[in-house]
């Protein structure tokens, strides 16, 4: 069982939307929490963001024995980079990822909530692959290959590769 947690404020819609397809791409079942997360214990003033590790390791004190995904709508980083896209445990049980850099309007474009949700379907695929112990692909049409920029995200595509896949199995 995989679930999935809102943090800070991420529609009941997207994270219905998002449960769905990764139920279908990860051929598990997946449910949303109702109750959600208020991140501010992991806000750092200074940076004006809030700090990736310390929501995930709450959520791995949440997991209870399931596969825990977090989904925030705050901008997340760690120390050593000016932020991420999302961070997880390698080898489970949580994961995290934040739909504010993947929002089309934070590259000065227009609304889009099929871009946004392919988006976080793969950012969320590439952290659930860390929790089930996948490393970063090489084939940067994999949802496991890195993305440090929001066009690598854009090149991937929204299945593992048969590498992963069969690692996954
Ligand atoms: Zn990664
Ligand atoms: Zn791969």
């Known amino acids: 069982m995989i679930q ?3 943090i800070g404020g991420v529609a009941m819609g997207t994270l219905d939307g998002l449960a ?3 139920a279908r791409d990860l051929r598990e079942s997946c449910r949303v929490r109702t109750v959600g997360i208020d991140p501010e214990f992991a806000f750092d003033p200074t940076r004006g963001q809030y700090h990736s590790t310390a929501i995930l390791r709450h959520l791995a004190g949440l997991a209870a024995g399931d596969r ?4 925030a709508a705050v901008d997340l980083y760690v120390p050593i980079f000016t932020f991420v896209y999302g961070e997880a445990q390698l080898g489970g049980p949580a994961a995290l990822v934040s739909t504010h850099r993947l929002r089309p309007e934070f590259y000065g474009e227009a609304a889009n909530g099929t871009v946004l949700a392919g988006r976080l379907l793969k950012e969320s695929l590439h952290e659930l692959g860390h929790t089930y112990g996948l490393r970063h692909c090489q084939d940067w049409s994999c949802p496991m290959a890195t993305s440090t920029a929001i066009e690598r995200l854009d090149w991937k595509g929204e299945h593992y590769c048969d590498a992963c896949w ?3 199995a």
């Open 4 to 6: 999935i947690v809102g």
């Open 20 to 22: 769905a397809r990764v």
């Open 68 to 71: 825990l995904l977090g989904v």
């Open 166 to 168: 069969g690692q996954l």
